[in-house]
């Protein structure tokens, strides 16, 4: 183990693997995310009252949420090792661990979005209805998102598989 620094610092080929996936997918989804705004054109009225602290603290929250929900999928085995387990069990997990993805991240930004723009006038119960009707939509679109980049993390492990296979012949 002294010879392989990266297995000292994550441990194993799981751990690094869950770190991959995880944080590949935060970073397709941002990137999506910002070319969809881009396109759009909201970018250019989100990012002036947005800020650098705000924008770390979000993108670190949604990071931490998709490792460990990438852990929680990858329990039963990785990704290039569908065939001790039925693919559709794979998809299943990473649709329901992208749910809870999206509801943590979505809620807990309203929340604390609510909690720091709470004024006088605005009912707290208002901020909780938002909140929780931002979390339901939240867990549907991580739903979507999980699915979609669950095909992808398999079809890429796939194909490395495949490609290593044949290198190794």
């Known amino acids: 183990m002294a010879d392989r620094p990266i297995e000292r ?17 935060v970073i397709a ?8 705004g881009h396109a759009s054109g909201a970018l250019g009225s989100v990012l002036p009252g947005l800020g650098t602290v705000p924008g770390i603290l979000a993108f670190g929250y949604l990071w931490v949420l998709t490792l460990v929900a ?7 085995g990785g990704l290039s090792r569908t065939e001790s387990r039925p693919l559709g069990r794979l998809l ?3 649709v329901a ?5 999206g509801a943590a991240f979505v809620g807990g930004l309203g929340l604390v979005g609510g909690l720091i723009t709470l ?14 009707f931002g979390a339901v939509g939240g867990a549907l ?7 979609v980049l669950g095909l992808f993390d398999v079809g ?4 490395a598989d495949a490609v290593v296979g044949r290198l190794a012949d």
């Open 92 to 94: 299943a997990r990473g």
């Open 70 to 76: 990438t852990r929680w999928v990858l329990a039963e």
């Open 156 to 159: 890429v492990a796939r194909t």
């Open 9 to 25: 610092l994550l441990g194993s080929e799981r751990r690094l693997e869950t770190w991959t996936v995880a944080t590949f997918d």
């Open 141 to 147: 679109g991580g739903a979507v998102v999980g699915l």
């Open 29 to 36: 989804l941002g990137l999506v995310g910002v070319l969809a």
């Open 119 to 132: 004024a006088p006038g605005i009912e707290p119960l208002s901020v909780a209805l938002l909140t929780l």
């Open 97 to 101: 661990g992208a749910a809870l993805v």
